[in-house]
């Protein structure tokens, strides 16, 4: 457990396990935190990787009051703290929005990174436009505000109920929520930022092997965009978990977790 503390005094929260393979960057969906990764870090760690997961700008442990809460600015921490901690070449895996967020830090990396891992990512866009069919509408991402300040609790219980597509159990969606229910009134501006972002040139340029993981019954992020950032990048490949929603790694976690070690061991 430890603190990356930033130029005007606010922190960004990471925990940091040693292992003798392939270090594993986890970059958590927009509003939660590195806990969601905690059955994918114990299963790493038995396998002997070093993993550090990282706490966004406003959400978990990390300070709740900054002023920039961008995906560039989210990336922007990865990078300084993979720099800051010597980290050998690393794989980066972003859910959801830590998605847009890895890649843009693996962009910045460069050498540093050995890998990318996208899980259900809102990458390379999350809205539509003239040119990509697939995604929600720009005008629904910029209504969340209202959305949320209209009841954040039934807003936030409903969220957590829509991300599995498999039965998880009350326990689980309530411990999603409770998480959800952390992140500080300011975080609700790196989802707004999706509506704008674009990372199809990024993806298309990447020389490092991709992952793109896919739950074909994910109603979150559209399952095409997945497999279309899987195919765009020159080194990608597509894992689609058919039956299940937003989150494979708590759906069907062992299967997640193999995954991830032989992308990793085919490095």
């Known amino acids: 457990m430890a603190y990356h503390q930033l130029s005007d ?14 270090p594993f960057v986890l970059s958590h969906g927009w509003g939660m935190s590195s806990t969601i990764w905690v059955d994918v870090i114990e299963r790493l760690l038995k396998a002997g990787h070093e993993v550090l997961a990282i706490d966004h700008r406003g959400c978990g442990k990390s300070d709740r009051d900054f002023d920039d809460v961008s995906i560039s600015a989210l990336a922007g921490d990865i990078v300084d703290i993979v720099t800051a901690r010597n980290l050998r070449p690393a794989i980066l895996n972003g859910w959801s ?13 460069g050498a540093a990174a050995a890998g990318l891992v996208l899980t259900c990512a809102a990458s390379p866009r999350y809205v539509q436009a003239d040119d990509f069919p697939y995604g929600g509408q720009r005008a629904d991402v910029l209504g969340m505000p209202d959305a949320i300040l209209a ?3 039934t807003f936030f219980r409903g969220l957590s109920e829509g991300v599995c597509a498999k039965d998880v159990g ?16 300011t975080s609700i501006q790196s989802l707004l930022n999706l509506a704008d972002i674009d990372q199809r040139a990024i993806l298309s340029n990447l020389s490092i092997p991709v992952l793109s993981i896919v739950g ?24 689609r978990f058919e039956d299940c929603g937003h989150a494979p790694f708590i759906e069907e976690g062992d ?13």
């Open 97 to 109: 929005l830590g998605g847009a967020v890895v890649v843009e830090a693996v962009d910045r990396l």
């Open 170 to 185: 009350q326990p689980t969606i309530e411990w999603m929520t409770a998480m959800f229910m952390e992140a500080g009134p």
């Open 216 to 239: 074909g019954k994910d109603v979150v992020v559209q399952p095409e965009i997945g497999e279309l950032a899987g195919k765009m990048a020159p080194k990608g490949q597509v894992a």
């Open 151 to 153: 009841n954040r609790a």
């Open 9 to 22: 005094g606010r922190r960004v929260y990471f925990e940091h396990y040693a292992g003798t393979k392939t």
């Open 255 to 267: 299967l997640y977790v193999e995954k991830l070690l032989a992308f990793a061991g085919a490095l």
